[in-house]
Nanobody, 122 residues
Framework: QVQLVESGGGLVQAGGSLRLSCAAS????????MGWFRQAPGKEREFVAA?????????YTDSVKGRFTISRDNAKKNTVYLQMNSLKPEDTAVYYC??????????????WGQGTQVTVSS
């Protein structure tokens, strides 16, 4: 079992930045690929970004490429980050951290955090 706790959400104006953090505990964090998903009101949860267990491979949904950066710290903090720049109102959602695995062309979540709200005002 893995426990995931997100933090760093909040209210920001369009064009601003936020950094989300996800602290992991439980089983060996560095063995897992990690990802971020989001769910906007009235919409399905969608993939945002993922990072391999080494940190050497990253993947992003098209709408955030060039604006968001996923990273991880295996050595010290067992934490995965999502740096979000040039935020847009359409980025407003609850953001969830997840342990993921690659299933063909998609990243499948195995464990979820509780989520953190990101609101971008226009």
């Amino acid at each position: 079992q893995v426990q995931l706790v997100e933090s760093g959400g909040g209210l920001v104006q369009a064009g601003g930045s936020l950094r989300l953090s996800c602290a992991a505990s439980g089983r060996t964090f560095s063995s897992y690929a990690m990802g971020w998903f989001r769910q906007a009101p009235g919409k399905e949860r969608e993939f945002v970004a993922a990072i391999s267990w080494t940190g050497g491979t990253t993947d992003y949904t098209d709408s955030v490429k060039g604006r968001f950066t996923i990273s991880r710290d295996n050595a010290k903090k067992n934490t995965v980050y999502l740096q979000m720049n040039s935020l847009k109102p359409e980025d407003t959602a609850v953001y969830y951290c997840a342990v993921v695995r690659r299933d063909g062309d998609i990243w499948s979540p195995a464990y979820w955090g509780q989520g953190t709200q990101v609101t971008v005002s226009s």
